[in-house]
């Protein structure tokens, strides 16, 4: 049996899986960290493999962008093929002063412009969007081991990477503020587009969900990195991912 989006059978999908935005990323991290390397899908290039890191089973899936099509995938990873580790690997977008490009950040939680909590909850609550304590405590004590600094706190998953509110006064804002300048009042360090989707999924499922991610554009200071130094911050964060995902 496959899913609508995937064409894996179940069973060749690891228990553990990173999970890049970009097919491509997916591609090279199966081709330079994973050995045995197997591609399961395709369907629509959203490329899918799974090979063995230092002789554990783990996958690698790319979601695409946003939390609609990042939902599509994950759901269908954890209801169909039962896999109950994932990391999201990606880039994000710093906000806050404390944070320079090529910086790796790890979302201890995520809030978010989506409405997917007030579908979910109804607008009863105002749930917390929070990443696995588990995970987390491992990614930033590997992090320590590895050598790389990690800034740990609150994101932004939103649905607009086009958005007015950053740099006028959109509709949200209030007083002398900007929205932007609001969440970075209140300790957001970064803006990407899926964390909250991965942590309420995981949440609901109970299964464990994490995100890491490079500083690959700094939205106040209009500053972006190259493609050479996005690659080796890349890499770095793979590694990190991968040595987090095989501890038992
Ligand atoms: N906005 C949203 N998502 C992102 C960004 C950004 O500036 N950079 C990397 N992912």
Do not use: W
């Amino acid at each position: 049996m496959s899913s609508p989006h995937n064409s894996a059978e179940v069973g060749d999908i690891a228990d553990k899986i990173l999970l890049p935005g970009d097919p491509l990323r997916a591609k090279y991290i199966a081709e330079n960290f994973l050995t045995d390397a197997k591609k399961y899908t395709e369907i629509r290039n959203i490329f899918g493999y799974t090979g063995k890191y230092k002789g554990v089973d783990v996958s690698v899936q790319a979601t695409g962008m946003g939390i609609p099509s990042f939902s599509i995938y994950v759901s269908e990873l954890i209801h169909v093929y039962g896999v109950k580790k994932l990391i999201r690997v990606g880039t994000c977008g710093g906000m806050h002063g404390s944070l320079n490009l090529r910086d790796v950040v790890i979302a201890q939680g995520a809030s978010t412009d989506s409405k997917i909590i007030y579908q979910t909850f109804g607008g009863a609550i105002d749930f917390s969007l929070l990443a696995d304590f588990d995970l987390l405590i491992k990614a930033v004590d590997n992090a320590k081991k590895l050598n790389i600094p990690v800034k740990v706190g609150n994101i932004l998953s939103t649905d607009l990477f086009y958005n007015d509110y950053s740099d006028t006064r959109g509709t949200f804002s209030t007083g002398a503020e900007t929205l932007d300048q609001k969440m970075i009042r209140h300790g957001i360090l970064a803006v990407e587009m899926e964390t909250a989707a991965l942590y309420l999924l995981a949440a609901a499922a109970q299964v464990q969900g994490l995100a890491i991610f490079t500083v690959s554009n700094h939205l106040v200071r209009g500053e972006e990195t190259t493609a050479e130094e996005r690659e080796t911050d890349f890499n770095e964060m793979i590694k990190l991912a991968l040595e987090t995902i095989i501890q038992d």
